[in-house]
């Protein structure tokens, strides 16, 4: 078998790390990426879209409580050497479940890996920069209140 | 090893919204063969089971399954993300096959649920062979008491005879053949035809 991963545990660590990073990408850009994988593929579980339960909590001690449903769509793909391809993205674009279930697959490759990995480089860094963007301009808003200390200390 | 997973059938929202159906019809109408859907299942594997189990098995309940081969496992994970479980006592579903001879002593260990709750009992989903008891039914679903062949060996006709003797406490079974499925609810009483 011709894949990057030999044992679960590593793909499994290696897998969240890209697959949080493709969730971010946007839509549009992903999908057309995602055409420039050839290889066959097996759909398993085409894209469909399902509830899924949120939890939330206020503050790290908090207690858990339930938010809201969101729409989930996923989709599962099987290439010829047999690795599987998971797609699961909020919102009910097929597509884009799609696509992402591509790029998990083009990720373990041996043959696609090497352009997946720099396409998803590029990608983090786009976000990287728009989040440290954001929490600049967040920062400046930010208010620091002191207490003062009355009477005899 | 993962390669072995099938594909999802076509169209499975509107399957196994059919495969259920098919079940409750299977329970109100007990002993009444019913074809179910013909959709692709793991080798070895028969296409009503597989029907079945995809429809009412889920992450919410335990199998207790004897003889799962591995390639059948890892499509049950996948497809369903059951938890599968060693012991028939403790499962909410379990999978027999007549032709296997510990079957009528797991059949035997199976949850009959208890008074406040009769509906905790487990579910077994049969899987019959050419065998042939002749068996007086009676209960809800038949006008009058039928005779009728069950595919089953005698020994685990007289084990099924037995369980509903604590009615309301008991198990509901699905007798399962390669395409369809007949149902075999706690509340049919059963008689051994002698003559």
Redo the contacts between chains.
């Keep these: 078998m011709t894949s990057r991963f030999t044992d679960q545990d590593t793909l499994k660590t290696a897998r969240q790390d890209w697959l949080s990073v493709l969730v971010r990408v946007p839509k549009d850009e992903l999908i057309k990426a995602a055409n420039q994988w050839i290889f066959s593929v097996?759909?398993?579980?085409?894209p469909?879209v399902g509830l899924m339960m949120t939890n939330g909590r206020i503050h790290s001690t908090g207690g858990s409580f339930h938010v809201g449903e969101v729409s989930l769509t996923k989709c599962?793909l099987?290439d010829a050497?047999?690795h599987?391809g998971y797609g699961h993205i909020l919102g009910r674009s097929h597509q884009q479940a799609h696509a992402i279930a591509m790029f998990d697959l083009a990720l373990q490759r041996l043959d696609t890996s090497e352009s997946a990995i720099q396409q998803l480089e590029k990608w983090r860094q786009q976000i990287d920069e728009l989040t440290s963007q954001e929490s600049a301009r967040v920062e400046a808003t930010r208010v620091d209140f002191f207490t003062m200390v009355r009477g005899e200390t | 090893?993962?390669?072995d997973?099938?594909?999802?059938p076509d169209r499975?929202?509107h399957l196994m919204q059919q495969t259920f159906r098919r079940a409750l019809t299977a329970l109100s109408e007990p002993l009444r063969p019913l074809v179910l859907p013909a959709i692709p299942a793991p080798p070895g594997i028969r296409s009503a089971l597989w029907a079945l189990v995809l429809t009412l098995l889920d992450r919410d309940v335990t199998v207790f399954w004897p003889g799962i081969t591995a390639t059948t496992r890892s499509n049950l994970m996948?497809h369903t993300g059951t938890r599968l479980t060693e012991m028939p006592e403790d499962a909410d579903w379990l999978v027999l096959d007549v032709a296997d001879p510990e079957a009528e002593q797991f059949l035997s260990r199976a949850s009959i649920g208890c008074h406040e709750r009769p509906d905790a009992a487990a579910t077994i989903l049969l899987l019959v062979s050419n065998d042939a008891t002749e068996v007086l039914a009676q209960g809800p679903g038949f006008k009058d008491p039928t005779s009728l062949n069950l595919q089953l060996p005698e020994s685990l006709v007289t084990r099924l005879i037995q369980n509903n003797h604590q009615y309301p406490l008991g198990v509901d079974c699905f007798l399962v053949t390669e395409h369809s499925v007949s149902g075999l609810p706690r509340s049919t009483r059963l008689t051994m035809r002698t003559d």
């Design positions: 097996v759909i398993l579980k085409p469909e599962v099987k050497e047999g599987l | 090893m993962l390669t997973i099938i594909e999802a499975q929202t996948f």
